[in-house]
């Protein structure tokens, strides 16, 4: 799997890192895309940008800026994204997988620790970074929402709620019509530390059946 992504450095620890691509095998179609918290711990696999004009060619599908493209490592919440879809596809595998999946997110600060992570966003000022509309007309299903605990952070609620009409717009209905019962169970906890818990398991089964209304476990 490789990641493709564009990366702003704004000091020497922090950066942006935004329109990111996860790809299994070599197809560029999207097969899929899932909207987040922010950013995590993923960084450069190499520093300088992506130069092999194939590469470039097929990523100018996503996006037609002159912003250069970097690869990045893979993370675990990125294998737990592929894990997730893996299970969608009836796959064995995420490396079964072919195709991108998209990873959007509320916010673009690159930091594993979701409360520095928030301070950071406040005093954010960079141009580049896509707004909400961008990410909101670019969504392409399947969707998964894994919010986690921004759900309905009074700083993020209304960006959440725009995602989850637009994911409902679009035939997503293992959600909820009600948003406050929804529960936008993060990857991480989807498929890694919570994945036996009843909540995880639920969602999993209605992501899956792509409807909400499931018996229960």
Known sequence: MKVFTHYESISNNDGVRYRTLLQ???????IGSVVMMNP????Y?????????????NLKRFDDNELPWYEFSEDATMRHVGELFALYYKKQHRNELNGIIQIFNLFYIREANL????????NL???????????LDHLVAPIYLGFGGLARNINYVERTKKFWQKAMDKGMNYLCPDFNKNSFTHPS??????KNRNISILTRKRFILGKYNVNEL
Request: hydrophobic share 20%.
């Open 24 to 30: 299994y095998g070599d197809s560029w179609n999207i």
């Open 40 to 43: 995590g711990s993923s960084s």
């Open 45 to 57: 696999k190499n520093q300088d940008s992506i130069k092999d004009s194939t590469t470039l060619e």
């Open 115 to 122: 409360e520095k992570a928030i301070s950071k966003d406040k």
């Open 125 to 135: 000022t960079t141009s580049n970074i896509p707004s909400i509309e961008y990410d």
């Open 189 to 194: 906890y989807l498929m890694g530390r919570g």
